[in-house]
């Protein structure tokens, strides 16, 4: 099956729930941004799958389960109406093991790639840090970076997920140009 179909890769906290300054695990600490459902569906009637690639390394060093995690993800389905697609979470810390799966290491956007068939020229990454941006190009994925946790001089760089999405659609469908 050849690779044509598109998704947007987006990071978890600080994208589309709340960056509370520590580990989010409890489902009622897990609040969804404004204005996110409503981007969420505006990138799925555009065509794109939605893919969720978090670290969640709290899990490696004991400070809850893969339970937690499913539980915080189960409550951001019920607020976008089941519309993400999947989810992979990497749960290892390099203090404990080495892994390809947790960013900036690319290993959940190739799962992903690979399970939904994408071709990596039409997909798009949106995370609020430098490394979800590595991610993204070590598999040749265009790659936002939004809101202001991080320090790092990065473009393209915006203010939300919302933001993130308008630059999407426009890059789909960019506006004539005037020739003269
Ligand atoms: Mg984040």
Known sequence: MPATNKAVFLDRDGVLNQEIGHYVWDPNQFVVLEG???????????GYYLIVVTNQAGIAKGLYTPLDVQACHAKLQAACGNL????????????????????????????????????????????????????????????????????????????????????????AHPAPTTTN
């Open 36 to 46: 996110v459902p409503q981007s969420l569906a505006q990138l799925k009637q555009a």
């Open 84 to 171: 993400i697609d999947a989810f992979y979470f990497a749960p290892g810390h390099p203090s404990v093991s080495e892994s390809l799966s947790r960013k900036p290491d690319s290993l959940m956007l190739e799962k992903g790639l690979a399970r939904f068939h994408l071709d990596p020229a039409q997909c798009w990454m949106v995370g609020d840090r430098y490394r979800d941006m590595q991610a993204g190009h070590k598999v040749g994925v265009r790659s936002i970076l939004v809101g202001e946790e991080e320090t790092t001089e990065y473009q393209p760089r915006v203010a939300d997920l919302s933001a993130a999405v308008q630059l999407i659609l426009q890059a």
